[in-house]
């Protein structure tokens, strides 16, 4: 499973290539991958409006009802036959 980062962590990142820095050069000063910060990066464009996409709020809501449909699935399967 991807490591998880801070929101706060996720936030300074953005600042430094946002103040001029290369994104390879953060990444490679933080230890993270240049693909990882490019992701954030578009994430925070379309959570500003930015650029069309499905929102942070929106992925959350999409995992969770996901997760709730499975439950529901298991939940009606059938008894095993012994």
């Given at each position: 499973?991807p490591?998880?980062y801070?929101p706060?962590f996720r936030?300074?990142?953005l600042?430094?290539?946002a103040?001029?820095r290369?994104?390879?050069?953060?990444?490679?000063l933080?230890?993270?991958?240049?693909q990882t910060?490019y992701?954030w990066?578009?994430?925070?464009?379309i959570d500003?409006?930015?650029?069309?996409?499905?929102?942070?709020t929106?992925?959350?809501e999409?995992a969770?009802?996901r997760?709730?449909?499975a439950?529901l699935?298991?939940?009606?399967?059938p008894?095993?036959?012994?």
């Open positions: 499973m490591r998880s801070p706060e936030r300074k990142v600042d430094l290539v103040s001029g290369k994104v390879a050069q953060v990444a490679r933080l230890g993270i991958s240049d910060i992701v990066r578009r994430q925070h464009l500003t409006g930015q650029l069309p996409g499905t929102t942070s929106g992925l959350s999409l969770t009802a997760k709730r449909i439950e699935e298991y939940e009606l399967r008894p095993p036959v012994a």
